[in-house]
């Protein structure tokens, strides 16, 4: 660790000395000044990203783009310039859609300058100062208040009840308390009580500080450069079609080459053979695949976000069917982010609090006998909570909402399920008297008049509540003698759930008393004490278990306290009671190799900092996993932009977690992942239909011309004819595929793995089926006709509806690759009949409009060449749903895609 992270190891005075500057009076304007031109502005550097044209010509370079660019090429070479200008409109859609969608991580770094303070209280030569929070420096006396945005990093010299929110930066879901003293070296970051971070807010109390960092030297900026480094990983789907494109490249060259090679050595003129292998290449590249791909995803993306989701970069879309490993972030994802009073502990027996979150709904039972809870110990309880209380509980529309500690809170929603109004009690009982909360004292306390007595009611931690008590409650609200070991044991039976235990007490004052801390050293008479929890999701819990079944590893990565992540963890059903937490500190003493293995085998990690996160997430991925990873700070972002994809928090992430992160939730909730998993598996399973029928097409068409210079025959198709059938099968036929439902059982079946091909057996088997086929279906025909004393133009009109009519009858048993025909909804996707019933109008028109003939070569033909183009369709369908059912019968136990 370099000296610049290790100020929470000095005390104070010795800092100040390092920095050369007086804590008392600060730096002059001056030397201020000077330091400025030294190092440079407040802020993280933003770094050069991309040129726009340089990110929109990255676009082209994918190997499917490559692809169609090549098809344009060859049309054009063609001079079929309509054709050509299709495929490039093609081209150019696929590229804008890209440049949008794609998010960049400068924005992430510019979001990040965004999260400091524009606006900050330093001392300057005694006097307190308004600056710019761009120009402090290095040894800068900056002076906090509630309220304050930390404007650069800080090492506390004074103060007095601080407390920050550090959620953000550092996972830990409650404000920090903060002190002054030096701590030990090898204290993390979410523990450094003496420091005060850029980007993080003062909830409470007033502090001094010495700027120890600014800029990229701050925990914010090192995040910063975090983010930069992270590589732009391609998805599981990029490098499938990737892979994928480049092996249909080479069958395609394979094939175009030996048809000119075997007509030139036939004998045949090298121009001719030239032009009939462009037929090929024209015919076996598949056009519409690209488009395909971008509208499956588009469509995806509109449906995620009907689901709550909001896709950022399209090929995400799919990301999350692949998903092996989700790690995400407790708390507002897996948990209400509303600390909720679950247990009370009053006059000797244990009560049971209903409802979650902010709502005051829910009712108190009697964990003994199941009764409603009514003694005079559990209602001073929830009246000591509701008196000793700075918060504030609201109603927003249809939500509630709090403003101040959510411990405190969680206590007036607690005092309204017992009957207790908070509003009503503190104009019944007023407050004359306060002692903020302390942390030497770790209590809070308030004088209240009641009944012409002063009353002070004092919460805090239980071990300095109780050791100010001499008596307690029982259940009748009688002053009986402190049990002081049953309390205990009380006390640590509420922590072993992983709850945070607060005591209450009280003290009768005479009403003119002023208070002071000596009121509340001793005397106290304990009213009871309360265990709260931020509780998990209702939804979440039974997301996970949809995910495990799926296949799918949830691991809970939090900056929350080991003891609190694991209480939460096994309410989830995360971890059992073997499990335990893997701490920030543990993951620090493990080498990359020791990480990979200990990552996979633990679900919970804590007290964890930024580059461990991104370390986690690296690890698993060194693994072979493929990482979803959630989060909501500054601190999840490097972890985001890493992950295969990266989940933020639209309701409460910060701005730059959402510009690194692939996918935002509009609801913070792990349940929209589990809807947005099942609906990326059902768009991949729609691409793979996609797949399955179009490429018969492609081969099909090239096995023709192959078979027509092998026989020395005529072409049965013409590249015209052929860029026809492609183009607009392709639109009217093959789009429908992207609008079919997520069908059953997709969620029953373990993700596919990472670097498996996007094509098994059984479908390369079925692609080959239905190419032979055509093949047999068009050329025999053509040959049939030819011989029949048809003209050319007829036959080869007779041959392209072939193509298009198996296809179309192919195109409904590819709506399941597995299910049969006849046990498929047929109405589920009506953009597959409005799709055949008008590329069947559209190939009336090619067959018999004067001017499609003279375009495309093509002549009417009779209704016994109908008959015969339909039966040949027929008999294909029979054929792939008697190969569905071998494959069914040959693996009984697979899932339905």
């Known amino acids: 660790m370099s000296t610049a992270l290790r100020w929470h190891a000095h005390d104070g005075a010795t800092v100040a000395r390092h920095h050369v500057v007086d804590p008392a009076q600060g730096l002059s304007d001056a030397e201020a000044a000077a330091r400025l031109a030294r190092h440079g502005p407040n802020r993280p550097t933003l770094r050069a990203g991309r040129s726009a044209l340089s990110r929109f010509a990255g676009q082209l370079m994918e190997p499917l783009v490559l692809v169609l660019i090549a098809a344009g090429l060859v049309t054009a070479a063609l001079d079929e310039w309509v054709d050509s200008g299709v495929i490039f409109g093609v081209v150019l859609v696929n590229a804008l859609v890209g440049f949008i969608q794609e998010g960049k991580a400068e924005s992430a770094l510019a979001a990040l300058a965004r999260a400091v303070a524009t606006e900050t209280t330093v001392l300057r ?43 953000a930066l550092t996972g830990e879901s409650l404000p920090v308390d903060k002190h002054w003293n030096a701590l030990p070296e090898d204290t993390p970051l979410a523990e450094r009580r003496n420091m005060a971070y850029a980007g993080t ?98 469509i995806g993306v509109a449906r995620m976000a009907r689901r709550r989701a909001i896709v950022r970069k399209l090929p995400a879309v799919e990301t999350l069917g692949s998903t092996t490993v989700i790690c995400s972030d407790k708390t507002g994802t897996l948990t209400e982010n509303a600390m909720t009073v679950l247990q ?54 249809r939500h509630w909402s709090i403003t101040g500690d959510p411990t ?102 005479p009403a003119d008393t002023v208070l002071t801390a000596r009121h509340i050293e001793s005397g106290l008479c304990l009213v009871g004490l309360a265990g709260m929890l931020d509780p998990p999701r209702a939804r979440a819990v039974a997301a996970v278990k949809t995910c495990q079944r799926a296949g799918i590893r949830v691991k809970m990565i939090t900056g929350d306290h080991a003891e609190t992540a694991l209480a939460i963890a096994r309410r989830l059903g995360i971890a059992d ?79 730059v977690a959402k510009e690194a992160a692939a996918m935002v939730l509009t609801d913070d909730n792990f349940a929209t992942i589990e809807a947005a998993i099942e609906e990326g598996r059902g768009i991949y399973d729609n691409l793979v239909k996609f797949v399955t029928w179009t490429l018969p097409t492609n081969f099909g068409e090239g096995l023709v011309i192959l078979a027509a210079i092998l026989l020395g025959m005529t072409l049965p198709i013409t590249p015209l004819q052929i860029l026809w059938i492609n183009m607009t099968t392709a639109v009217l036929l093959g789009m429908p595929l992207a609008f079919e439902p997520v069908e059953r059982g997709v969620m029953a079946r373990a993700p596919r793995q990472p670097g498996g091909a996007m094509l098994d057996g059984s479908l390369l088997w079925r692609i080959l089926l239905v190419s032979t086929l055509l093949l047999a279906g068009a050329f025999g025909l053509f040959l049939l006709y030819l011989e029949r004393g048809a003209p050319l133009a007829e036959a080869r009109t007779v041959a392209c509806n072939v193509f298009v009519m198996v296809e179309t009858a192919y195109l409904f048993s590819c709506r399941s690759l597995t299910r049969p025909l006849w046990r498929m909804a047929p109405f589920d996707n009506g953009w597959v009949w409005g799709g055949a019933g008008s590329m069947l109008l559209l190939q009336l028109g090619f067959t018999y409009l004067p001017v499609m003939n003279r375009t495309f070569q093509t002549a009417p033909i ?27 019968r040959a693996a009984p136990a697979k899932s339905a895609l």
Not at 871 to 887: D, F, G, M, N, P
């Open 577 to 655: 009671e073997t499990s335990r937490a893997l701490s920030g500190r543990d993951l620090a003493a493990l080498d990359d190799d020791a990480l990979v293995a200990t990552a996979a085998a633990t679900d919970v990690f804590a007290r964890v900092e930024p580059e461990q996160k991104l370390r986690l997430v690296r690890a698993l991925q060194a693994g072979g996993a493929v990482v979803a990873m959630t989060g909501d700070g500054v601190n999840d972002a490097p972890a985001l932009k890493q992950a295969d994809i990266g989940i933020a928090m639209g309701l409460g992430g910060t701005d």
């Open 408 to 509: 405190e809170a969680a206590l007036l929603v607690a005092a309204r399920k017992g009957g207790l109004d908070e509003a009503t009690l503190q104009a019944l009982f007023p407050r004359h008297d306060e002692l903020p909360f302390d942390s030497e004292r770790q209590s809070m306390a308030t004088l209240h008049m009641i009944e012409g007595l002063g009353m002070v009611y004092v919460k805090g931690a239980p071990e300095k509540v109780l050791a100010a008590c001499d008596a307690m409650l029982d259940a009748s609200g009688h002053r009986v003698p402190l049990q002081h070991a049953a309390v205990e044991e009380e006390a640590r039976a509420l922590a072993r759930q992983g709850l945070r235990v607060l005591a209450l007490a009280r003290r009768e004052l």
């Open 862 to 888: 009779g209704l016994t060449a109908w008959v015969e183009i339909l039966t040949v369709a027929t008999l294909a369908t029979v054929v792939v749903e008697i190969s569905k059912y071998r494959q069914r």
């Open 125 to 167: 030569s005694r006097q307190r100062l308004k600056r710019d929070a761009l120009e402090l420096v290095p040894g800068d006396v900056v002076l906090l208040a509630a309220g304050d945005k930390v404007p650069a990093d800080l090492r506390l010299v004074a103060g007095k009840d601080l407390r920050t929110q550090e959620a």
């Open 201 to 298: 807010v003062v909830v409470a109390g007033q502090g001094r500080g010495v700027v120890v960092a600014t800029g990229d030297s701050t925990e914010t900026g090192r995040i910063a450069d975090l983010i930069a480094q992270a590589p732009d990983l391609s998805t599981p789907l990029t490098r499938q079609m990737a892979r994928f494109s480049r092996q249909l490249l080479l069958i395609i060259l394979a094939l175009a080459l030996l048809t000119f090679v075997v007509g030139v050595l036939r004998g045949e003129a090298a121009v001719d053979m030239f032009m009939a292998a462009v037929a090929l290449a024209v015919g076996a590249i598949p056009e519409g695949l690209p488009a395909a791909v971008t509208v499956t995803l588009a």
């Open 344 to 397: 009370l502990w009053a006059g000797g027996e244990r009560f049971s609090v209903s409802g979650h979150g902010y709502a005051p709904e829910g009712h108190i039972e009697n964990m003994q006998d199941g009764g409603a809870a009514h003694p005079a110990a559990l209602r001073e309880v929830l009246l000591a909570g509701a008196l000793c209380n700075d918060a504030g509980l609201h109603r927003e529309e």
